[in-house]
């Protein structure tokens, strides 16, 4: 259950990252967005898009049942091939590799649940299309390095050239 759970929160926890950090012309999994520029009306549109398809029930707020049927119906459309995939690694790997992998998996699924915590404003354990903008535009912020409300191709290469490198610190802090 914990696993699903924290699996789960990883579908909208992608969310604000994937609206301002990713490649705007065809992201990871054949995700597209909006291509050039983008202003905060367009993250604004955007989310609210992605929101609507997450509250199935329409009542405003995703819940982690509602992420939990969600990840459900994507899974069985993955399972197949993803579990193909993990026992070519896993044999290749041997059983290091696979306790390697595991704790990598629980990691992420521990820093999944962190960030739809840190979404989840008024700790109601659901989300709402507030606070699922509020962080979507905090990274907006960021990427705006100049702050005139429009977040360039060039500005969003930076900002994900910057993630990436404040990730390779931490793994290599973690290693050290």
């Keep these: 259950m914990k ?7 990883a579908l909208l926890v992608a969310v604000p990252t994937a609206l301002v950090a990713q490649p705007m012309h065809g992201g990871h999994h054949g995700q597209h ?3 050039g520029d983008m202003t905060r009306a367009d993250v604004e549109a955007r989310t609210a ?3 609507s398809h997450l509250d199935e029930n329409g009542d405003g707020l995703v819940t982690t049942a509602e992420m939990e049927a969600m990840h459900a119906k994507r899974m069985e459309r993955m ?3 993803r579990a193909e995939r993990r026992a070519e690694r ?16 629980e990691r992420r699924a521990e820093r999944h649940a962190r960030r739809f915590a840190a979404m989840d404003a008024n700790s109601d354990g659901a989300v709402s299309l507030a606070e699922l903008q509020a962080k ?3 990274r907006f912020d960021k990427a705006d390095a ?5 977040v360039t191709e060039a500005e969003r290469k930076a900002h994900r050239d910057a993630m990436r490198e404040q990730r390779a610190e931490r793994r290599q802090q973690r290693g050290n």
């Design 146 to 150: 100049d702050g005139n409300g429009v």
């Design 49 to 51: 898009e992605h929101f």
């Design 79 to 81: 399972a197949e091939r």
């Design 90 to 105: 896993q044999e290749r790997a041997g059983e290091r590799g696979k306790h390697r992998m595991e704790r990598t998996a």
């Design 136 to 138: 979507a535009f905090e």
């Design 3 to 9: 696993k699903t759970l924290l699996a789960t929160a």
């Design 33 to 35: 967005g909006p291509q």
